[in-house]
């Protein structure tokens, strides 16, 4: 397959920044979010142009870390802007139909937040829904959420987990009294989270949706984990073999069941560094296969010269490691089927 011949891409993970998020994160305190150098500059005039480079045929935007709920003591702000994003992305959508779609924002932890705005943005259009890993500290599989993933079971809905920054959850007590979670990265400073503790952020939630039994309640959800998976791929293994033998307030799964959920319910996308190691582990590791592929950007927190450099490096990876049809597929094809199912 030469270079020429790479097939068209269907981008599941990247992101926008309309004005008002940008200024709300400034506002709010989260001028360098999860400690990278500062927010990147966005427009869907730019998002379209590094689309045209590397022949993306069409985005799947979403808001990405700190997701919308930006202060833990403003709840109602959360909602507001979650409502703010979810109807600029739907407007995207109307405007460039072929282009652009949308992973809605939800005002999480805010349950009753959440789930009045799941059928409004569905009824814009939405293609599914983005969760943060965490949410104040409160982590996706945790029983509080229960309502929410519930509301989009019914729906057989598709989420999309953007990993951020870990926090330990504060008291009833602490947040009533206006305690910030505490954030739980001892590289704080040294290294920006999304170098290393966005992958460790994922693979909590990973264990934690399988051990708290979310992901055998809730068959109908379709899950697309960020980044491979993030660190959750090696320890696949350890917390399915532990929580079978050792007893504990979990839910133990078996490494079979495991696996063969992550191949009917789960999707994984190729955003960040997965050549040539990390994808190893997750297709010859965890078993697989390339129809739960899908290409991301990351774009703009991905700037555009590492979009066009780490496709570069992406099209070669798949050349050497798959067939022309499943290269076609994990660009495009699963991408496209999953979008027509939910439609």
Same mark, same amino acid.
């Not at 350890?238 to 191949?263: A, C, H, K, Q, Y």
């Given at each position: 397959?030469?270079?020429?011949?790479?097939?068209? =891409?269907?981008?599941?993970?990247?992101?926008?920044?309309?004005? /008002? *998020?940008?200024?709300?994160?400034? !506002?709010?305190?989260?001028?360098?979010?999860?400690?990278?150098?500062?927010?990147?500059?966005?427009?869907?005039?730019?998002?379209?142009?590094?689309?045209? =480079?590397?022949?993306?045929?069409?985005?799947?935007?979403?808001?990405?870390?700190?997701?919308?709920?930006?202060?833990?003591?403003?709840?109602?702000?959360?909602?507001?802007?979650?409502?703010?994003? +979810?109807? *600029?992305?739907?407007?995207?959508?109307?405007?460039?139909?072929?282009?652009?779609?949308?992973?809605?924002?939800?005002?999480?932890?805010?349950?009753?937040? $959440?789930? !009045?705005?799941?059928?409004? $943005?569905?009824?814009?259009?939405? !293609?599914?829904? &983005?969760?943060?890993?965490? #949410?104040?500290?409160?982590?996706?599989?945790?029983?509080?959420?229960?309502?929410?993933?519930?509301?989009?079971?019914?729906?057989?809905?598709?989420?999309?987990?953007?990993?951020?920054?870990? &926090?330990?959850?504060?008291?009833?007590?602490?947040?009533?009294?206006?305690?910030?979670?505490?954030?739980?990265?001892?590289?704080?400073?040294?290294?920006? +989270?999304?170098?290393?503790? /966005? /992958?460790?952020?994922?693979?909590?939630?990973?264990?934690?949706?399988?051990?708290?039994?979310?992901?055998?309640? *809730?068959? !109908?959800?379709?899950?697309?984990?960020?980044?491979? %998976?993030?660190?959750?791929?090696?320890? @696949?293994?350890?917390?399915?073999?532990?929580?079978?033998?050792?007893?504990?307030?979990?839910?133990?799964? %078996?490494?079979?069941?495991?696996?063969?959920?992550? #191949?009917?319910?789960?999707?994984?996308?190729?955003? %960040?560094?997965?050549?040539?190691?990390?994808?190893? %582990?997750?297709?010859?590791?965890?078993?697989?296969?390339?129809?739960?592929?899908? *290409?991301?950007?990351?774009?703009?927190?991905?700037?555009?010269?590492?979009?066009?450099?780490?496709?570069?490096?992406?099209?070669?990876?798949?050349?050497?490691?798959?067939?022309?049809?499943?290269?076609?597929?994990?660009?495009?094809? #699963?991408?496209? =089927?999953? @979008?027509?199912?939910?439609?």
């Amino acid at each position: 397959m030469s270079q020429e011949a790479m097939p068209t =891409r269907i981008d599941v993970h990247s992101h926008y920044l309309p004005p /008002f *998020y940008r200024k709300a994160l400034q !506002d709010k305190g989260h001028g360098n979010p999860d400690g990278m150098p500062a927010i990147p500059e966005w427009s869907p005039e730019a998002h379209l142009d590094i689309m045209s =480079r590397i022949g993306i045929s069409r985005s799947i935007l979403s808001i990405s870390t700190p997701g919308v709920h930006l202060d833990h003591s403003d709840p109602e702000h959360a909602v507001q802007l979650a409502r703010q994003c +979810n109807s *600029y992305a739907a407007k995207l959508k109307h405007d460039h139909p072929e282009k652009f779609g949308f992973w809605a924002a939800l005002p999480l932890p805010s349950i009753e937040g $959440a789930l !009045d705005e799941i059928p409004q $943005a569905l009824k814009e259009g939405a !293609d599914g829904f &983005c969760f943060m890993t965490n #949410n104040h500290g409160h982590y996706l599989g945790d029983k509080t959420f229960d309502p929410v993933f519930k509301a989009l079971n019914e729906r057989k809905a598709t989420i999309f987990i953007h990993p951020t920054t870990p &926090c330990m959850a504060c008291s009833a007590d602490d947040m009533a009294n206006g305690v910030p979670p505490t954030k739980a990265t001892p590289f704080s400073g040294r290294y920006p +989270n999304p170098m290393l503790e /966005f /992958f460790f952020d994922t693979a909590r939630v990973v264990a934690n949706l399988f051990l708290s039994g979310t992901i055998s309640r *809730y068959r !109908d959800i379709t899950i697309i984990l960020p980044h491979l %998976g993030g660190a959750s791929t090696p320890l @696949l293994s350890r917390f399915s073999g532990f929580s079978t033998l050792v007893p504990g307030p979990w839910i133990g799964v %078996g490494e079979d069941e495991l696996r063969e959920m992550l #191949n009917e319910r789960f999707y994984f996308d190729l955003a %960040g560094f997965p050549f040539p190691s990390q994808i190893v %582990g997750l297709v010859m590791g965890a078993g697989v296969g390339p129809d739960r592929l899908l *290409y991301g950007s990351d774009f703009p927190f991905t700037k555009a010269d590492g979009v066009v450099m780490l496709a570069d490096k992406m099209d070669q990876g798949v050349k050497e490691m798959f067939s022309e049809e499943e290269v076609k597929n994990i660009y495009g094809e #699963n991408a496209r =089927r999953l @979008l027509e199912r939910t439609a």
